[in-house]
């Protein structure tokens, strides 16, 4: 079997998930990957066979998407890039999210599977804030055009979602809590960050940025560079965590039962609806770090309990379903 998996490149957790899902996969046969976009950060060791620009997102550093450069980075290449894509050869694509991927399966009537967090948001059930964004909504539901999505999200909201896939390293791991607190808050930056936390002089900060290409010290902060492995290392030893609206992260932090503080990316609608569906879990949410942050970080340290996240699928039951999904989706293509 030939299997074509596309990653979307917009920060690092489509990324991670298909380096633990390669090892599965290449048991049924050859894959290749095609990176979309250039605002991931992570080093692997993937076959990346295809790249393109694809669509990119960027932030303020304060906290909100930047629209501006957005709209500049968006380039007509993606359309060529769709066309060019031999997606016709392969007996079963994958995709995560990717438009170019998607945009190639419309153009040359060829089937795919809808993979990952973005597909859960397929069904209604899927938790939304009570705030309403019509374009945010658009862009989950309509990015990827499919005819079969297999979902994942921290809960099972509908017969399509499954729950999140966890990295062996961490699954393997024996948790402990040296007591610092593990930050990734890519939407700001250190200058942002730093008062914040040289105020909290009785706990130590790991950040981990994209500032700093070697590991630096300041007082109660040490700042890391992204890196796969020393993020999961800081993670297992950690207290708790202080983190974007993401969705892999906070769920590796909760199958070690580690404390979450979620910081949604400002007008960032995915991310809001994943802080909506931590809320009723029992996570801490809050909008922003700003003057109150002092007061909600106390709160959070003296108040908030773990919320532990049960695995019912393992890596390899879901890759299973991947492949059975092949089954399905060959000569059909809904448009």
Known sequence: MKIFYAIQGNGNGHLSRAVE?????KKYGEVDFLVSGCNTHLNNSLPIKYKSK???????HSGGLDYMKILRSFSLSIFKDARSLPIEEYDLVINDFDFVTSLACRLKKVPCVHFGHQASFQSKKTPRPR??????NLILEKFVKSNKHIGLHFESYDHHIYNPIIKEDIVKANPINDGHITVYLPQYSMEVLEPHFLKQANFHFEVFTKEVNKITCKN???????????FTSSLIRCYGIITAGGFETPAEAMYMNKKVLSIPILKHYEQACNA?????LGVMVIKKIDHDFEDYFTKWITEKKPIKLELKYSTADIVEMLIKSNQNTQNVYHS
């Open 131 to 136: 705030k309403k964004d019509f374009l945010g």
């Open 21 to 25: 899902l390669y090892p599965y996969l």
């Open 54 to 60: 694809g669509l990119n997102l960027f932030y303020k």
């Open 220 to 230: 109660n902060i040490t700042y890391f560079p992204i890196s796969n492995e020393q």
């Open 276 to 280: 909506s569906a931590l809320e009723k």
